[in-house]
């Protein structure tokens, strides 16, 4: 009790994961209670729903009409009187046409029989199923002459009871009452009876149309205020996101089943099936009933051309006609029509497809795919309903850097492959591996900070890139673009100036620059540059994905392992001669004593060879620290401007002064 009683601040606070938790349980608990009232209320909901889709596909023309002078309500009347004299006289060509074929049917009755009797008779003939209706006879005969059983043991009490010949004929007859004939009067109250429920949903529907399309700015507003008044931005931005992608999604169903209908009907009438326009409509309308929409169009003209056709040529070329026109439509038009208008990935469609059949039936079918849009909607826009854009939303799941990383970490070198080409189509190499690649090993380096990648799988991922390696090795990559990152000024401006380029012209990386040098004959031992590891497995997998960038622009390049540095390896390296040595680091600014204690073993080492540090992703004001702190002759933050200064670099001295004169001389006629 004295707990109760004391001050908010006083009280312990939920952890943060009992609050997710609790976040959750409330998400599911008001899930489930949004189905159940949505299932209970369906009869009210149902035409709500109807109505709510109405309104967008006729908001359009309203909005014309007023744009043109005509008030809200003359507007509202009109559109919505021309959507009732569309629908009348549809149905009344309709009607007319299963009049004229009501009166033909007759006339095919000969023929069906005929193929009855003919189906029968091959069924008769057929060996097998000859053997299976003797199997089923004699099982017959068999049931049938089984005795029945002994009731001789029956009790006394039992065979008293049991009636006697004068009580059997003594038995009242059965008496079977008939009803008469239905009158005109009894036929009208049925057929009344069974129309009422669809009749009453029009009126409901047409009521709630025509009051959401005169209040709509009342409607909008109300709805504004009772979901997002705090931020009208995002309330707004979800209300035209819902609209356009409602409003383009039935304008491009709309024309698809339309023209799906027109091809159905003039295809129907060159193959000479009866009422072709009422098969053509037909089409037209079960098309927005998804899935089975189609077969069911097409299941009434194929029976059809089997009872008029004395053959089964006409029954077969309907057949085919439906598949060839479906298939190209719901392949080759709808995904390019449709686009990522509804933002609904396909295994969306069919879920929401049977979640809203279950709850509403054949009408929760055909609105499955707007309501599950403006479910996406929502989630879109909406916090805490962005699980529902994650499970029915179009947008991938994983970006490319998370996917690429989630692959290392199970050793498919083969899908990153394919994800790499899929990149390359429209990128050079380079860029997928400081975009995507660097991006991955940096969260491999941000969980072995956290030390839930340990050893082992550290190893796995640089074997995973290598695989990669080995399966990109015969890509060209394209020239990187010569200008440099804004990110590496700041960097290139710690640097010595006896180690950078000539300032003026010079300074930028020219044309000729970055375009692919290839060593001349025998110089490659002074263009090579050595690619060491910093610490781990993670920066040697950086340091190979370098040197295969540096392989594909003519430098020869070599990658050493993190221990190559130690005391006891490193005269090793005295015996390498390279122009260039750099260090790899994805942790730089953690283990700042590791790359200055490297550089300074290095410049022991190696005298006349420049040392390039790659501080790989690091923001370029800690780069610039680590680039004074270290004393490198350079430091880069990307591949890119790693590149640029190898392949300057890596010229012959003779070409480099050649440069510098010219870059003098240009500056000077200046």
Known sequence: MSDFFKSPSARPQPEPAQSRALESFATLFLVALVVTTLYAGREIFVPIAIAILVSFVLSPPILLLRRWGLGRVLSVLTVVFAALVIAFSVSAVLTRQISELAVDLPLYQATISAKLDDMRDAAADNAVF??????????????????APFNGGAPLAQRKNQPTERQEAQRPIPVEIYQPAPGPLALVQTIAGTALSPLETIGIVLIFVVFILLQREDLRNRFIRLVGSGDLQRTTSAMNDAARRLSRFFLAQTLVNASFGVIVAVGLYLIGIPSPVLWGIAAFLLRFI??????????????????????????????????????IIAQAVEPWLYGHNTGISPIAIVISATFWTWLWGLVGLVLSTPLTV?????????EWLAFLDVIFGDAPPLTPVETFYQRLLVGDASEIADQAERFLKTNSLINYYDEVALQALLMAQSDHRRGVLDEPRQRQIKETIEEVLEDLSDHVDRPPEPTPSPETAEPIAALKAADLPSPGPALAPSAEMAQPHTPAPGSESRTSVLCVAGRSFLDEAAAALFAQILEKHGIAAKVEPAGAL??????????????????????????????RFAVRRLRRR???????????????????????????????????????????????EEQQDEEKTLAIKTVAGA
């Open 130 to 147: 000859a053997k299976f209706s003797a199997e089923l006879r004699s099982l017959a005969e068999i049931l049938q002459s089984r005795p």
């Open 290 to 327: 998804p899935y089975i929409g189609s077969f069911i169009a097409a299941s009434f003209p194929i029976a059809l051309g089997a009872a008029v056709d004395p053959g089964w040529g006409i029954a077969l070329e309907t057949l085919a006609l439906f598949l060839i026109v479906e298939t």
């Open 606 to 652: 190696l005298l006349e060879t420049k040392i390039l540090a790659g501080f790989w992703q690091t923001d370029p004001g800690q780069a610039s620290a680590l680039c004074a702190e270290t004393k490198a002759d350079f430091c880069a933050t990307r591949f890119r401007d790693a590149l640029d200064f190898c392949l300057n670099k890596a010229k012959p």
């Open 374 to 382: 403006c479910l996406v909607v929502l989630g879109r826009h909406v």
């Open 566 to 595: 130690t005391i006891g390896r490193i005269s090793r390296l005295s015996a390498e001669v390279a122009r260039i040595v750099c260090l790899s680091y994805l942790d730089a600014d953690v283990s700042r004593a590791s790359a």
